[in-house]
T-cell receptor
Framework: NAGVMQNPRHLVRRRGQEARLRCSPMKGHSHVYWYRQLPEEGLKFMVYLQKENIIDESGMPKERFSAEFPKEGPSILRIQQVVRGDSAAYFC????????????FGDGTRLSIL | AQSVSQHNHHVILSEAASLELGCNYSYGGTVNLFWYVQYPGQHLQLLLKYFSGDPLVKGIKGFEAEFIKSKFSFNLRKPSVQWSDTAEYFCAVNQGGATNKLIFGTGTLLAVQP
């Protein structure tokens, strides 16, 4: 186990509902990254956060998606008014403060939209 | 835009065969290079990484990769595969610095037949 904890492992939502995905980084890691893996595709970067700050959100869809990493608690990826195309595996990764350190990944959350 | 190409989408080998998976990237500046492996139902695990120094990098489980700057390549190799190497392999690149996001290839699915 890489130590990055994601929950839930599987999430089923109906179209129009909200999805909340949680990620607790490895102990001692202060950087969190979210990636999305669509079927038959590689992982695509979504957003990079440090505590209370969004550093790079260049991969986030402009609408319905948001992310936060509060001072206390896990990072949350929130998808409002989900659509079928949001069905994917969402992976969280974390790394320490020091640069040039590899990212460690969680088990992912598999989101299915009915 | 920076991109990563993995030319082999599916590879089938018999046990003890040699493996080479291709990876090319499209960025001319300084890059950090990674290979991750995803075993069925598990999270991504780091196989090996290149930041600087010796371009021949050795990783876990007998894997190695060679960074050839002139060819923008970082091919993964293993002299003799085992059935337990059956997994999906992802090449990834980042530039480090202010944004540490990883750019992934689409992955290569390796099936090793006993």
């Amino acid at each position: 186990n890489a130590g990055v904890m994601q929950n839930p492992r599987h999430l089923v939502r109906r179209r129009g509902q909200e999805a909340r995905l949680r990620c607790s980084p490895m102990k001692g890691h202060s950087h969190v990254y979210w990636y999305r893996q669509l079927p038959e595709e590689g992982l695509k970067f979504m957003v990079y956060l440090q505590k209370e700050n969004i550093i790079d959100e260049s991969g986030m869809p402009k609408e319905r998606f948001s992310a936060e990493f509060p001072k206390e608690g896990p990072s949350i990826l929130r998808i409002q008014q989900v659509v079928r195309g949001d069905s994917a595996a969402y992976f969280c990764a974390s790394s320490p403060l020091v640069s040039n350190q590899p990212q460690h990944f969680g088990d992912g959350t598999r989101l299915s939209i009915l | 835009a920076q991109s990563v190409s993995q030319h082999n989408h599916h590879v089938i080998l018999s046990e003890a065969a040699s493996l080479e998976l291709g990876c090319n990237y499209s960025y001319g500046g300084t890059v950090n290079l990674f290979w991750y492996v995803q075993y069925p139902g598990q999270h991504l695990q780091l196989l090996l990484k290149y930041f600087s120094g010796d371009p021949l990098v050795k990783g876990i489980k007998g894997f190695e990769a060679e960074f050839i700057k002139s060819k923008f390549s970082f091919n993964l190799r293993k002299p003799s595969v085992q059935w337990s190497d059956t997994a999906e392999y992802f090449c990834a690149v980042n530039q480090g610095g202010a944004t540490n996001k990883l750019i992934f290839g689409t992955g290569t699915l390796l099936a090793v037949q006993p």
